[in-house]
């Protein structure tokens, strides 16, 4: 399904853990962007970091830490996956009181790393 999708990258939505198969055509001239294991860290919930850099070795770590990941295009094994990341710069992000992650309720700031892109 294409919501919104412009520009020249296609995105494809990950999960909160699992495999996970998707079926859509994306058009020829684009690249692709997914998620096959990402990690994150924030203020609020890791409020012994002080600053951008521990933030972005924090949500690194976990990702580091994975092994024997795959991802697989029309059939093809994709190889070196873990070449293939992308840390994000620091963002703003608003925590509701009794979130899914046991995060305290309130604005923080995060860093995000993904395993594939």
């Known amino acids: ?61 976990d990702v580091n830490r994975a092994i024997n990941l795959q991802a697989t295009i029309d059939g093809v094994n994709l190889k070196q996956l873990d070449k293939y990341r992308a840390t994000s710069p620091l963002f703003s992000f608003t925590f509701p009181p009794h979130n899914i992650f046991g995060s305290p309720a309130g604005q923080t700031q995060l860093s995000a790393n993904l395993g594939v892109s």
Do not use: H
Not at 11 to 26: D, K, M, N, P, V
């Open 1 to 61: 399904m294409q919501i919104s999708q412009n520009g020249p990258v296609w995105f494809l939505a990950g999960t909160t853990g699992g495999s996970a198969e998707r079926t859509c055509t994306i058009p020829a001239g684009k690249a692709i962007f997914f998620t096959v294991v990402g990690s994150e860290c924030d203020y609020a919930s890791y409020p012994n970091l002080k600053s951008e850099p521990a933030l972005v070795l924090c949500a690194q770590a």
